[in-house]
């Protein structure tokens, strides 16, 4: 387990920048599945609000990791690369079937690779080497 930093790096602040703004993107793609799932007929209800549910959570779980970061946190940084290479995952699957887009495999593509570097970054910040003579 590390322990918190007061200082924090450039990695850091990308790192925790870019999962709160994923947090709140899940967030606001949660509140329009509420206000879609009260305005519209819906087949299945049970579906739209466990889909609801997981969104919800998922943003809290993302929110929730980008504080572990903040504070230095082990535990933040590898569920941050998770998050990372889920969303990447998201955009390899955007490029491929018959609705592929390349401009929305790059939207999702850019911030992951961002992040997961940053989140690396921020893990050697967090436990620097020293060299050994």
């Known amino acids: ?4 930093s007061l ?21 606001v793609v949660t509140g329009w599945q509420v ?3 009260a ?24 929110a929730s990791f980008a504080t572990g970061v903040w504070r230095g946190r082990s535990w933040g940084r590898s569920g941050g690369i998770v998050v990372q290479v889920l969303i990447f995952a998201i955009a390899v699957g955007s490029v491929t079937g018959a609705y592929a887009h390349w401009g929305i ?3 999702f593509a ?10 690396l ?5 967090a436990h620097p080497s020293t060299p050994s003579d």
């Open 1 to 4: 387990m590390s322990s918190p």
């Open 39 to 62: 305005s519209t007929p819906v087949a299945a209800m049970p579906t739209a609000i466990a889909l609801i549910v997981l969104s919800a959570l998922g943003a809290f779980a993302i």
């Open 110 to 119: 850019a911030p992951a690779i961002v992040g997961f570097v940053a989140l």
């Open 105 to 107: 495999a790059a939207l």
């Open 121 to 125: 970054g921020s893990a050697r910040e």
């Open 7 to 27: 200082a924090r790096g450039r990695a850091t602040y990308v790192a925790v920048g870019l999962l709160a703004l994923e947090a709140l993107a899940l967030a």
């Open 35 to 37: 206000v879609w799932a």
